[in-house]
């Protein structure tokens, strides 16, 4: 089991100084990884749905993000930042809207990242749900961006792995190129699939190194029950694609606290012992990896949050 810790990479905590601090704290105490989250530029007018609105309000509109404008740090600058204020821990992004950037510049990218920081890189990736970003980078594709998505992970694969990478797509075309550096990791830097809906689950299946949904009490239908009915359908679907389904990685996303008393119908809440026993449920439903939010306060509230669970809550699953 692992745990890694999701950065403050927007809003009033998002300062060089927090972010790094934050970062070293997290390597200082063990955890695995840090990760950065993915958007471009925030619309003053937003009616898409949001996947993960409260009940009640589906659009992201005054309740996701705040009207003021914040900092919204661009994840794969901020982890390189990152590659150098740190030593082991490992740099994932939860995650990279994959249709958001020409695929040949992000695979680049990710390549370096992964060059300069000794092969630490997790690609989270998703396809993205807001219409009026996707306008606003000139990306066409909001309707199909789910075949943009998959056609864009081949390609990523292609340009890491092979020496004279040809690929032609129905969206992108390479040949007659060199693409160096190449990755670290071999054959290259786990993709892991976010979203919890069933065609995230097929990608996962076929092209995915992991599977990453988000567990937000009240929106997603993620309870250990429902976790585990989604993991042996991921693992029916690798076995179908040819794919060894032990091989991905099932992880999850969660909001964890307060770290006191309990609230009602809300797990990974409530004292130590409270939080292993979800842990261990979910543990039971395959996941094997966590992405912990541990609070918005302030730096010293979310470190105090850090240690709790480092220090009090993993010895009680680990032991």
Not at 229 to 246: H, I, Q
């Amino acid at each position: 089991m692992l745990f890694g810790y999701s950065l403050p990479t927007r809003g009033p905590l998002a300062t060089p100084e927090n972010i790094a601090g934050l970062a070293v704290t997290a390597e200082r105490l063990g955890f695995d990884s840090v990760w950065a989250s993915d958007h471009i530029v925030i619309p003053t007018d937003i009616t898409s749905d949001y996947p993960y609105a409260q009940p009640g309000n589906a659009t992201a509109g005054g309740t996701a993000f705040p009207a003021d404008d914040y900092p919204y740090c661009e994840p794969l600058t901020t982890l390189t930042y990152l590659a150098g204020k740190t030593e082991r821990i490992k740099l994932g992004t939860n995650v990279l809207i994959v249709p958001y950037r020409n695929p040949v510049y992000a695979a680049k990218t990710i390549a370096t990242l992964d060059y300069l920081s000794g092969g630490r890189v997790i690609l989270g990736v998703g396809t993205g749900w807001m219409e009026e970003e996707f306008n606003v980078l000139g990306q066409p594709h909001f309707a199909e961006r789910g075949a943009l998505t998959n056609e864009y992970l081949r390609l990523f694969v292609e340009l890491w792995t092979n020496d004279n990478p040809s690929f032609a797509g129905e969206y992108y075309q390479v040949d007659g190129i060199k693409f160096s550096p190449k990755p670290v990791q071999k054959p290259h830097p786990p993709i892991w699939v976010g979203g919890h809906s069933n065609p995230a689950i097929r990608r996962a299946a076929a092209l995915g190194d992991g599977w990453l949904p988000m567990g937000i009490p009240g929106v997603t239908p993620l309870g250990p029950d429902e976790m585990r009915v989604k993991v042996d359908w991921l693992r029916e679907l690798a076995v179908k694609e040819g794919r060894d389904p032990a091989a991905i990685k099932v992880c999850m996303a969660v909001r964890a606290g307060p770290m006191s008393e309990r609230v009602p119908d809300r797990l990974f809440s409530g004292p130590a012992e409270a939080i292993a026993e979800d842990i261990h449920r979910y543990q039971s439903a395959g996941v094997e990896y966590f992405v912990l939010n541990l609070g918005s306060g302030d730096v010293s509230e979310i470190t105090e949050n850090m240690e709790r669970f480092m220090l009090g809550i993993v010895p009680l699953v680990t032991s």
